[in-house]
């Protein structure tokens, strides 16, 4: 295919897919967006004319016209139109984590090892590439500082008891695939490996109460202590999402975002203590903005899928990375079943 040639897409999934996808498809210039999925017409907001809107998957994927798909639906729904669309040579770009357990991946990836020709295949992991993790990584990590301790804070405060799939795990949601699966994600990106977890999970459907806790270390030595809250348990009624890295008692860098709503954005900060005052002097602040955050580092995921088409290399977030992730989750609820550290191979 020709770099400067618009790839074919179509999109499964109403909801993420027309909220965000569309809009990131949209600003990136580099698909041609040929047709949308929804599970039914009822209630369709505008699409333009030229995006045929269908309600069968199996239509969608098996146009011959459609060189990519985009799926943007619950993970216990994935499994199925993945295989189909690697059985029909579609290059794909899927929701986090992609499918619901690492068994049901494993076929899938496995399906796309066995091809003879590239298929390209990448998971939507958008919060590493927020430009205020970008900025960390790029201007502050990548200068080899010293580390001696991480703390992750991540509190969804939320009083709701809905019965959405995204409050229960054997669908793909609640507390590990819906938050604890991107915290994986970018602490490798942006630390290293892990190579053991100690944590204590709790997932109660029916309270929606549920929290992580604990540390993970990493194969560099460095801890990460961890503390992932969503219900409606904390006291301070208030939602925060925080990454301390500490580079000595009395510093150290703040990623925040008070993640009141989607239009939140994450800031930098270097934090110095002293005897005497504590100083905070910002490092990045993201510009204000009333679109939804996650449009843009799904905008940046969309540009690589789009390169790594072109170039016939897979990406680093490709259904492999995937894998890794959902082993890391696996790994983790065993740790808090045996209430032992457990070791990553």
């Known amino acids: ?39 039914n017409k009822k209630n369709l907001p505008n699409f333009p004319k030229k995006i045929r809107v269908l309600t069968d998957w199996k239509k969608l994927v098996s146009n011959k016209e459609t060189k990519a798909i985009i799926v943007a639906i619950p993970p216990y729904l994935q499994k199925k139109i993945l295989i189909f669309a690697a059985k029909n040579n579609k290059h794909i770009f899927c929701e986090k984590p992609c499918t619901k357990s690492l068994d049901d991946l494993k076929r899938v990836s496995n399906l796309m090892n066995s091809k003879t020709h590239f298929i390209s295949h990448m998971v939507n992991y958008n919060l590493a590439y927020l430009p205020a993790f970008q900025f960390l990584k790029k201007k502050i990590l990548n200068k080899k500082i010293e580390i001696k301790e991480i703390d992750l804070e991540w509190i969804i405060f939320n009083k709701n008891r ?94 925040s975002s008070s993640t009141k709503n989607l239009n939140d954005q994450f800031q930098l900060y270097k934090i110095k203590n002293t005897r005497r005052q504590k ?67």
Not at 180 to 200: P, R
Not at 300 to 327: G, T
């Open 1 to 39: 295919m020709r770099k400067n040639k618009k790839i074919t897409v179509g999109i499964i999934g109403k909801n993420f897919g027309y909220n965000v996808i569309l809009k990131a498809l949209y600003k990136s210039k580099l698909f041609s967006i040929k047709s949308f999925c929804v599970r």
């Open 162 to 255: 809905n019965k959405s799939w995204k409050n229960h795990h054997e669908k793909g949601g609640g507390i590990l695939f819906n938050f604890y699966c991107h915290s994986l994600y970018y602490i490798e990106l942006l630390f290293g490996e892990i190579s053991s977890t100690k944590l204590n999970i709790k997932n109660n459907v029916k309270s929606n109460d549920n929290f992580v806790v604990g540390d993970i270390t990493l194969t560099s030595g460095i801890k990460v202590k961890i503390k992932l809250l969503v219900g409606s348990l904390n006291k301070h009624k208030k939602s925060v999402h925080q990454l301390k890295i500490k580079t000595d008692k009395n510093n150290y860098y703040l990623l």
């Open 279 to 345: 100083s905070k002097r910002a490092l990045f602040k993201a510009k204000p903005t009333k679109k939804d955050f996650r449009i843009n580092p799904t905008l940046v995921n969309l540009k690589r899928f789009a390169a790594s088409i072109h170039n016939q290399r897979l990406d680093r977030s490709s259904f492999f990375k995937a894998n890794r992730i959902h082993y890391l989750l696996n790994q983790s609820v065993i740790s808090s079943k045996k209430k032992k550290r457990v070791t990553i191979n």
